[in-house]
Each structure stands twice: as structure tokens, then as C-alpha cells.
């Protein structure tokens, strides 16, 4: 495969939402859900996050257990795997905790409506930047690179937007989601995949592998795409 095997996580609830109307990263995740994640982060080569995500939450995407972080050392790589943003206009705050928090490898992916000031600051605080000169990032491009620049092994953290337009494009190899026992509602609170949509002819097909009822009340549920 020229690109990384790729899975999306999400934390939703019983309603599909990942986040409030307000879009404040609200908690969904259990205890024992965020300790799966932090394992899933630590056996990733890389952390994908879209533009919304990026910039409104500032995401650390760091692995908090000590012992995992030491147990990736031993293999041999870095204590935090590659965070990689993808955004239209890279307006992030350079003491954005996705740049400054780690260590890790930061890596974005951005277009020419970035300001050349702008790219030449964070190239300036050590992020790797990759522009396109098009009005929207190609993320087949991006994937492309992120293979050969050694994340063979790609985590995807969201939001509804990126997670749809790389499911549509044919892009991830598979979805693990954690649905907890409680309703958000609201119209305009994203959900596990947002963007544009489908008509019913072209939905996506997945196969379920895996289905576990959790003691906190959640499910989690693991697919495979088609």
C-alpha cells in the first residue's frame, strides 16, 4: 500500500453527536475509553486531525501514559507520534498546544491562502509545512507523503468533516467508535461524519468485527471498510 493503513476513533453519543452545538470538545469518552485511545496513540505512527479540530481545540494528540511512552522509546521511536494538522488557512497560535506540546514530530498541511509570514513562523518553531496550491489540501497527496516520511501507521482524531471526505475518497482502512449512554441533540452538533453527504447509492459500506458491551454503560464497536 502506497499510503498509511488508516483508522478513524471516535467517542460519540447514543445520538451520533461527537461534540455539543457549542463545539468546545465536550467529554463523551470514559475512563476506560481514554485508556484505549492512549493505547491506540501509542502503537500509531501518526495523529491526523482536520482544520475545525485544529484550531478551535488546540489538541495535544500525545500519549499521557508514562509507561507507553517509554514502552514506544524502547522500540526504537520517538516518545509521541507525528501530529499532523490539515488546514485550509494555518492561522495557528504559535503557542498552540499542538505545536508546543510533546515532544513530537508537527507536521501541517496547508494551501497557498496561508500567508507566506505565517508559514515562514511555524517553519521558524520547527513544523514541517506542506502547501498546495489549490483551494482545498489533496489528501491523497498528503497521504502520499505521510507514507514516505515514515507514518506507515495513521490514527485519525477527527472532526466530522475530515473523517467524512477521507472515508468518501476511499482513504481508511478502518473505524472504531465508542458510543456512550447519553444524548446531545441539536441540528448543528457534529457528528461522526459531516462534510456534504451521500445520496443512498453511493453510501459507504462497512463490515462489523467486533462489538463489546462495556460496564460503564457504553458500546464499542469496530468496522472494516469494504
Not at 4 to 13: C, E, R
Not at 54 to 67: F, I
Not at 126 to 132: A, L, N, R, T
Amino acid at each position: 500500500m502506497n499510503r498509511p493503513y488508516t483508522f478513524i476513533n471516535v467517542a460519540m453519543t447514543a445520538d451520533g453527536k461527537i461534540d455539543t452545538f457549542e463545539r468546545r470538545g465536550s467529554a463523551i469518552s470514559s475512563r476506560r475509553d481514554k485508556e484505549r485511545v492512549d493505547q491506540l496513540r501509542a502503537l500509531a505512527d501518526g495523529i491526523l486531525v482536520g482544520g475545525r479540530t485544529l484550531l478551535d481545540e488546540q489538541p495535544r494528540l500525545t500519549v499521557k501514559s508514562e509507561a507507553l511512552r517509554e514502552g514506544r522509546v524502547q522500540r526504537g521511536v520517538s516518545p509521541n507520534p507525528v501530529k499532523v494538522g490539515v488546514v485550509t488557512v494555518a492561522d495557528i497560535a504559535p503557542d498552540s498546544d499542538f505545536i508546543k506540546v510533546g515532544p513530537a514530530r508537527v507536521v501541517i498541511f496547508t494551501t497557498s491562502q496561508t500567508s507566506i509570514p505565517q508559514l515562514e513562523s511555524l517553519r521558524s518553531l520547527g513544523v514541517e509545512v506542506f502547501v498546495d496550491d489549490a483551494p482545498r489540501v489533496d489528501l491523497h497527496n498528503m497521504m502520499l507523503t505521510l507514507k514516505k516520511i515514515g507514518v506507515d501507521h495513521l490514527m485519525v482524531e477527527g472532526g466530522g468533516t475530515m473523517n467524512f471526505e477521507l472515508m468518501r475518497l476511499g482513504l481508511v482502512d478502518e473505524l472504531t467508535v465508542y458510543v456512550a449512554p447519553m444524548i446531545f441533540g441539536g441540528a448543528s452538533a457534529p457528528t461522526l461524519a459531516d462534510g456534504l453527504g451521500l445520496p443512498r447509492d453511493a453510501a459507504i459500506e462497512m463490515k462489523l468485527i467486533d462489538v463489546e458491551r462495556w460496564e460503564d454503560g457504553g458500546v464499542f464497536l469496530r468496522y472494516k471498510f469494504e
